[in-house]
């Protein structure tokens, strides 16, 4: 069954630095998201990717984070100055149509902690 | 905004009852209900959907139900099984739109 991979699965790094979570969404999907889930907390909805550019993005989604699909099969997820408080598992998702009409396919997350 | 409320937040059941999971939902235009299973270490995994066009679904032990006049929609999970034990999240979406809002989850164990 096709799925949606995740790298890396762990990441530690200190406050202020950049991190780069990836993602490698099903290969035939043309929607992709990035949701967090702080530890014990709800999923929350970050970003969704279309056509190269964003199609929504949350009040969580500032000017620290970005999003970018750099060639035909990677996405990912930059945050530039990372705070204690983006500490949290960072799940991608891709479907083939739109939300509302099909369930996302989810990675296993990236787990950041920010020391 | 958009909102999904879920109860309860734990739920513990014997092997072999039934577990009842209820969702309601903020947003009228939300027309698409998937509903996920979370494992520990793992994403959320899609385990059953329903759409406003319909009030129930059924695939095997797991069956969904919504009420869109009360913007209620609720998971049913028969004869459960320790393997049934994980965090389950309801959701809402639109057709159309970019993003899928979830609940907050509901941690089921399932006693042996």
């Known amino acids: 069954e096709p799925e949606v991979t995740q790298t890396p699965s762990h990441q530690v790094t200190q406050m202020g630095q950049e991190v780069i979570l990836r993602c490698v969404p099903i290969s035939n999907h043309l929607y992709f998201y990035w949701y967090r889930q702080i530890l014990g907390q709800k999923v929350e909805f970050l970003v969704s990717?279309?056509?190269?550019?964003?199609?929504?993005k949350s009040e969580i989604f500032d000017d620290q984070f970005s999003v970018e699909r750099p060639d035909g099969s990677n996405f990912t997820l930059k945050i530039r100055s990372t705070k204690l408080e983006d500490s949290a598992m960072y799940f991608c998702?891709?479907?083939?149509?739109?939300?509302?009409?099909?369930?996302?396919?989810f990675g296993s997350g990236t787990r950041l902690t920010v020391v | 905004g958009e909102n999904v409320e879920q109860h309860p937040s734990t739920l513990s059941v014997q092997e072999g009852d039934s577990a009842v999971i209820k969702c309601t939902y903020s947003?009228?235009?939300?027309?698409?209900f998937p509903w996920y299973k979370q494992e520990l270490g793992k994403g959320p995994q899609l385990i059953i959907d329903?759409?406003?066009?319909?009030g129930e679904k059924k695939d095997q032990r797991i069956a969904v139900t919504l009420n869109k006049t009360a913007k209620h929609f609720s998971l049913h999970i028969t004869e459960t099984q320790p393997e049934d034990s994980a965090v389950y999240f309801c959701a809402a979406s639109y057709t159309g739109g970019f993003k899928t809002i979830f609940g907050a989850g509901t941690r089921l164990f399932v006693k042996a």
């Open positions: 990717f279309y056509n190269n550019e964003i199609s929504e």
């Open positions: 329903i759409r406003s066009n319909v």
């Open positions: 947003d009228s235009a939300s027309n698409y």
């Open positions: 998702a891709s479907v083939s149509l739109p939300g509302g009409n099909y369930g996302y396919t």
